[in-house]
């Protein structure tokens, strides 16, 4: 089988390159990626010694995926990741944003047409409708290791959401971030091409991924961020919603969404397929549990508090899997603590990190 990974120098893709060279008999995986974020290149050379062809291009360009060869199977895992991307002072501005996130899937679906391949599109839970997320009723809850919003057990739910999370009948109406935006566009092209030209199309909308290695920033790969950020001394404030660090978010490690995408592209189905991949609800902790566990692993410090919010900061999303469990008998096998730990342990052993990826 051979496989096309896009954008498999970022830590993502890294991770699926990785598990299909080690679970996949036969393999032949390529990595396509533009190198063009900071430490991508320490994910190169971790590729090269597994075997991966690297391959330096661009999805923008039509030409550069053209000219890979054939493949049976593509993985978009191409993106600007950032929520904040396209507004003021991001690193890219809108325009840059579509034609990374958009043209880039359009771009790969022309080739998978011509090579008949199946196509797997890594997506996100910020395609959920702003409306409907800031709608669910929160109460505040209490841990062993703090506080941190949850869903109100005893009010009515908005479409899509329960106790377990955000599932895929929730809205994906606008607004949803310009990064959300394309995403959606993105996973409704993905689906038709799927249906247009009969190929097998996954469409997989991720929750928070985290693990050791991550180019952790404060506008994404948060919980890498935040430890790394701990470890090393730097200062860190709670952003918002009162300025308590309250806000949940679930998290998933990249080997768990790799040996899930295996499974999806072992046993192809008839037809396009969607579904929520994450953590779940026993992943999701606030960012006040995450610091007490940081305080608890590092050492005491402070954090500062900021009650004026950010562009498209949420209090809480959590994604419901329980789809993916039921069609593909999968679930995590790392728990957010034992994550956390991989992060500090690489926090120790590389305190330049941030630094080295930009963060």
């Not at 661009?58 to 507004?87: H, K, M, Q």
């Not at 409708?129 to 005893?154: C, K, N, Q, W, Y």
């Not at 908005?158 to 599932?167: H, K, W």
């Not at 960012?287 to 209090?315: H, I």
Request: hydrophobic share 40%; glycine share 12%; proline share 5%.
């Amino acid at each position: 089988m051979r496989v096309l990974v896009a954008g498999g120098c970022g830590f993502v893709g890294g991770e699926v390159c990785q598990a299909l060279v080690e679970h996949v008999p036969d393999v032949r995986v390529t990595a396509l990626d533009s190198l063009r974020r900071r430490g991508s290149e320490l994910m190169r050379d971790r590729l090269a010694g597994l075997g991966v062809r690297v391959e330096h291009g661009d999805v923008r360009l039509a030409s550069d995926v053209e000219s890979l060869g054939t493949f049976d199977w593509v993985v978009d895992a191409a993106a600007e990741p950032s929520v904040l991307a396209g507004t003021t002072g991001a690193d890219i501005g809108a325009r840059q944003l579509v034609e990374h996130n958009l043209l880039g899937t359009v771009n790969l679906l022309e080739a998978a047409v011509r090579w008949q391949a199946g196509v797997v599109l890594l997506s996100t839970s910020r395609v959920y409708s702003i409306a409907t997320l800031t709608s669910v009723p929160l109460v505040v809850r209490e841990s062993a290791r703090g506080e941190a919003f949850a869903v109100d057990p005893a009010a009515a739910l908005p479409t899509g959401t329960g106790l377990a999370g955000v599932r895929e009948d929730c809205p994906t109406s606008a607004p949803v971030s310009l990064y959300g935006a394309t995403k959606v566009a993105s996973e409704s092209l993905a689906l038709e091409y799927g249906h247009r030209y009969g190929l097998p199309v996954v469409v997989n909308r991720c929750g928070v991924l985290a693990g050791a290695g991550q180019f952790g920033r404060p506008d994404q790969g948060i919980f890498s961020w935040w430890i790394h950020s701990w470890a090393a001394g730097r200062p860190l404030s709670f952003i918002g919603f009162g300025g308590r660090g309250r806000q949940v978010r679930d998290c998933l490690h990249p080997a768990d969404l790799a040996t899930l995408l295996v499974t999806q592209m072992r046993g192809v189905e008839a037809g396009p397929t969607l579904c929520n991949v994450s953590g779940g609800a026993p992943s999701a902790v606030s960012l006040n549990e995450l610091s007490q566990w940081c305080r608890e692993r590092f050492g005491a410090r402070d954090v500062g508090e900021m009650s004026e919010g950010r562009p498209y900061d949420l209090p809480w999303i959590v994604l419901d899997s329980g789809l993916a469990a039921t069609r593909y008998g999968w679930r995590p096998t790392r728990d957010v603590w034992r994550v956390c730990e991989e992060i500090a342990q690489h926090a120790e052993s590389h305190p330049d990190w941030l630094g080295r990826c930009g963060g």
